[in-house]
């Protein structure tokens, strides 16, 4: 009996000592992590930033008038393909005509006068004489009036500019038919001598001069383009009244383009001439080499889109190859690559920062230990390895908030 009752305590003891330990490895299981571990390796490490730019044509030109008057006819639309000196547009020249053709009436008007002087004068020469200047300055005096009741009438808006400077034209070609006819009848009065025909030679001479300054200000009338290329925009409509200096097109060649972003002045130290840029198309993600081509020499204050006043230094950048498909306007990312190194590294997501210092969580015997390293330049995904760790070392891939040195990973 005594045997039996020992050989079921034995029993029973073991089966004891099989479920505690069973118990034991099945809590130290479940007190377990489930990690997933990165390698150390060798490999590239970038270092960049990125900024929007908008693509430009290398080459633009703005046509500006170089006259004020009304615009008469225009022969371009924006996308119009055209070359250089092809006409783009035409002002209203009624006005510098009429004042073309008087210069040449003045200058008939004083051969005829310089001719008729040379003559031995007779009494009905005289009297007509005198009547044509008494009616030139009756004329004169009536345009005058004219003049003034219109330059009121178009302050007050009730006359067009057009209208206007047509009557002040009539008025000063009156002024000068009666110093003409003024000069005539004393001539024949008193007759001609030498002096009063250089007197006239001079007078001719200069009217010359004059309607060749009219002559060369008609070409400007006639607006040509400065280059060949395509019309981007178009500033004016046929019939409007433009002043000397506005813009009415803006053209470009877009067989060369570039594109134009602003880095943050901060970002500024970190690149040069030589800095490699790329390319990049969020839409396709296509991307393309391009090197930098300007460096503005000064930053100017700029507000970024949270309302946030910033420092930015304007950067201009030309593609390799062709943008073909791209547009004028359009954006493109910009990254520029400060820095680029081979050598080991650790992903981002695997280091933790602890009093300026960095770490990493080790796998050691199944064990997790936190360690210390050094770290290099930063990239998008890694960071350059300088000292803590080996090539093949195995370290936790994602830090989390509860991981910590001592755990076992399952």
Not at 218 to 235: N, R, W
Not at 313 to 334: A, H, N, R
Not at 372 to 379: D, K, L, S
Request: glycine residues 6%; proline residues 1%; charged residues 30%.
């Amino acid at each position: 009996m005594k045997k039996l009752f020992s050989k079921r305590n034995m029993i029973i003891f073991v089966a004891l000592v099989i479920l505690g330990v069973g118990g034991y490895f099945a809590n130290d299981f479940a007190m377990r992590v489930e990690v997933d571990l990165h390698t150390v390796d060798v490999g590239k490490v970038v270092e960049s930033f990125n900024e929007d730019g908008y693509i430009e044509a290398v080459k633009t030109a703005e046509v500006q008038a170089a006259i004020s008057g009304n615009v008469d006819e225009l022969f371009v639309e924006i996308g119009d393909k055209i070359l250089k000196d092809d006409v783009l547009l035409l002002f209203d020249d009624d006005v510098l005509n009429f004042q073309i053709e008087g210069v040449e009436a003045e200058i008939k008007a004083l051969d005829y006068q310089l001719l008729e002087a040379s003559k031995p004068a007779d009494q009905e020469r005289i009297n007509n004489a005198n009547l044509a200047a008494a009616q030139a300055r009756a004329n004169r005096d009536k345009l005058k009036k004219d003049y003034e009741d219109n330059l009121a009438l178009y302050s007050s808006g009730n006359l067009s500019k057009v209208a206007l400077d047509l009557s002040e034209k009539l008025y000063n070609d009156s002024v000068k038919a009666y110093s003409m006819a003024i000069n005539e009848s004393k001539l024949i009065n008193k007759g001609i001598s030498e002096n009063v025909t250089s007197q006239y030679e001079a007078s001719i001479d200069a009217l010359y001069a004059q309607r060749k300054i009219l002559e060369r200000q008609l070409e400007d009338y006639t607006v040509d383009s400065p280059m060949s290329g395509v019309v981007l925009a178009s500033h004016v409509k046929s019939g409007n009244y433009v002043m000397v200096g506005q813009a009415l097109f803006d053209i470009a060649d877009l067989s060369e383009l570039k594109l134009v972003c602003e880095i943050l002045e901060d970002d500024y130290s970190t690149i040069s001439m030589d800095t490699p840029v790329m390319l990049l198309d969020t839409n396709t993600d296509e991307s393309f080499e391009a090197v930098i081509s300007k460096i503005y020499p000064r930053s100017e204050s700029a507000i970024s889109d949270l309302g946030i006043k910033q420092n930015r230094v304007k950067i201009e950048v030309k593609p390799k190859g062709d943008l073909e498909g791209y547009i004028v306007g359009q954006s493109l990312e910009l990254e520029f690559i400060t820095k680029e190194e081979t050598s080991l590294r650790v992903p981002i997501d695997a280091v933790y920062k602890s009093k300026g210092k960095y770490f990493v969580f080790v796998v050691e015997n199944g064990m997790i230990t936190s360690k210390e390293i050094e770290v290099g330049i930063e990239g998008e995904d890694y960071y350059t390895l300088l000292s803590g760790l080996s090539e093949n070392d195995e370290i936790v891939k994602v830090i989390t908030n509860d991981l910590e040195e001592g755990l076992k990973i399952k």
